[in-house]
């Protein structure tokens, strides 16, 4: 087996497995309880952006903390003009219907928030590829290891999407479909970096501000405000706890790899 096939094995079945793990997880254990699971998703959300994605962006030789700071301004607006834009559509589309449009304009924000998560994930699995590519080229065995601590780290951030993408409105079905869609950006970012390891090298640590960006606004922008319309002292309680059970996670697992 020539080194890009190995790449490419190697990639596909390091984005699949995340996926499938973290889809298992979630339908047995998690999609009973969405609501609370959304407070769950916050956490590793936030966490995986905050603690994991942009910290490595930063320690990347080389990079400029002003331009990495610039490119999670530049991606936070990014995806605020998205949304905004697709909120003007389909205003536009329902616009002297004379129709009220109550609970489809909310399944259609939550969808909104369903597609820039798979926006971010892709982006963050096309990061992992070319980690898992330049890994494997320094030596098989290191490209070996270094993909099973990818699977680890990404299994609490692919639980996290797919919650949020249940709560979109996404069926389990379409949800496993487009999350391993998504993990399948990891082998077109392996075979890139086999091709073209410096250039994709250099344009790593603004991909994850990019990625981070997205985790980033879902978490603040759509979660956050689904958990404020429940504000008893009880529920308030328990969406902490939850966060703090998110954000552990995710520190957990960086620990272990």
């Excluded at 998703?41 to 990495?68: D, K, M, N, Y």
């Excluded at 250039?199 to 981070?212: F, Q, R």
Aim: net charge negative; with cysteine; proline share 2%.
């Amino acid at each position: 087996m020539s080194a890009l096939q190995s790449i490419i094995l190697i990639t596909a079945l390091a984005g699949a497995t995340s996926v499938l793990i973290a889809a298992s997880c979630s339908v047995t254990l998690l999609s009973r309880m969405i609501n609370n699971m959304v407070s769950l998703s916050v956490g590793i959300l936030l966490a995986t952006a905050l603690l994991h994605s942009l910290p490595e962006a930063f320690s990347i030789e080389g990079t400029s903390p002003q331009l990495l700071f610039a490119t999670l301004l530049a991606g936070l607006l990014g995806f605020f003009l998205l949304e905004k834009i697709a909120l003007l559509r389909h205003d536009h589309h329902h616009e002297g219907d004379g129709h009220h449009h109550h609970h489809g304009h909310d399944a259609e924000n939550a969808g909104r928030s369903g597609w820039m998560i798979l926006v971010g994930d892709g982006i963050h699995n096309f990061v992992d590829g070319i980690l898992i590519a330049a890994a494997f080229m320094a030596d098989y065995q290191v490209g070996i290891f270094t993909a099973i601590a990818i699977i680890a780290h990404e299994i609490p951030q692919e639980i996290g999407d797919f919650i949020v993408l249940l709560n979109a409105g996404f069926s389990r079905t379409r949800a496993l479909l487009y999350n391993l869609i998504c993990g399948l950006s990891a082998v077109v970012g392996g075979v890139l970096a086999y091709f073209f390891l410096e250039k994709a090298h250099a344009a790593m640590p603004y991909l994850l501000v990019i990625a981070s960006s997205s985790f980033i606004y879902i978490a603040v922008s759509d979660l956050i405000p689904q958990m404020h319309r429940r504000p008893h002292w009880a529920e308030s309680l328990r969406q902490t706890v939850l966060i703090a059970c998110g954000v552990g996670f995710v520190i957990l697992l960086s620990l272990l790899h």
